[in-house]
């Protein structure tokens, strides 16, 4: 089988961020199909990139294309979800690092791969696992919900259109006989929604297999704790870079980065400041940073990226 290619999306700007030195330790969160973790690795000499992902397709790949940089402990590439980074890191030998870069969402070959199910443009089964281990799948989802807690499920992760409606007619239809395929849903969603939706920019089908997905893998739960556990286990001065693809999570990332850039709260008029009021984080662009125009047009998946870094400059405790 022909390997399928993913482009990583504002890759320069993530990994120049991390300002790497050859000699530290830094994390790879979303190995993906490596474009990262190479690009880390042209700079570090003694040091090590550690590298995590739950797809098996993506660690197997993985041990493949970096095969020397592994046998030389360059890089340490782990099978774990980054909801359990501190884990993962200290499995690897170590307590702290100096860097680490996400960059959320499905890579091109998860998304390109009809048997995954995660794409609405190909026929294939319901599944949409990252880890194909787990128990719980999109057909589950879909087969097993209550109308109510499929329209919680669009609302939420979606923020999709007339999702009561939605949700009704999936449970309609399988009550008739089990939704099996992805292609089965988008009909069963396309003829619920009203025209004028159906008209609207994009497939319409997008925000409820958004939804879906993050049911699935639980993503948005793991991204807060593994922002938390990574800002935990940053070095005092290292930095730690997200690229987001969709606004529940650049709004969890920037809600995130902000809290514990600001002051919080203490008596006015103290002559001193208390260290544990000051700020614990400095957020390095106040902006996002978004893909440049050339970026734009060699790779129609970074439209909806933003990039949001931020350097630890006190310790941080979730406890």
Partial sequence: MTELVHNSVLLKEAVDSLGIRSNEIYVDATFGRGGYTFEMLKNINQGHVISLD??????????????SEIKTNRLILLKSNYGQIKDAVSSAGF???????FDLGVSSPQFDDPERGFSYRFDGPLDMRM????????????????????KKVFQKYG?????????????????????????????IIEDSLPEPVKRKKGHPSKKFFQAIRIEVNNELD???????????????????????FQP??????????????????????????????????????K??????EAEL????????????VAKKIRKISFR
């Fill in 297 to 308: 047009t060699n790779n129609h998946r970074a439209h909806s990226a933003r990039l949001r």
């Fill in 54 to 67: 739950l797809d098996e397709a993506a660690i197997s790949f993985g041990k493949q294309r970096f095969n």
């Fill in 287 to 292: 902006k996002a940073i978004t893909p440049t």
């Fill in 248 to 285: 529940l999570e650049d709004r969890l990332v920037s809600k995130t980065f902000r809290r514990l850039a600001q002051y919080k709260s203490y008596p006015k008029g103290i002559p001193i400041i208390p260290e544990d009021v000051k700020p614990q984080l400095e957020i390095v662009q």
């Fill in 95 to 101: 307590n702290s690092v100096s860097g680490i870069v």
């Fill in 222 to 244: 793991s991204l807060k704790d593994g922002l938390r556990q990574s800002l935990e286990i940053l070095k005092v001065g290292g930095i730690i870079s997200v690229v987001t």
């Fill in 131 to 150: 880890d194909q281990k787990q128990d719980l799948t999109a057909y589950d989802v879909i087969n097993t919900y209550s109308a109510e807690e499929l």
């Fill in 159 to 187: 923020n999709a259109p007339v999702p009561y409606k939605v949700a009704n007619a999936i449970v309609k239809s399988r009550s008739r006989r089990s939704i099996k395929t992805t292609l089965e849903l988008v009909k």
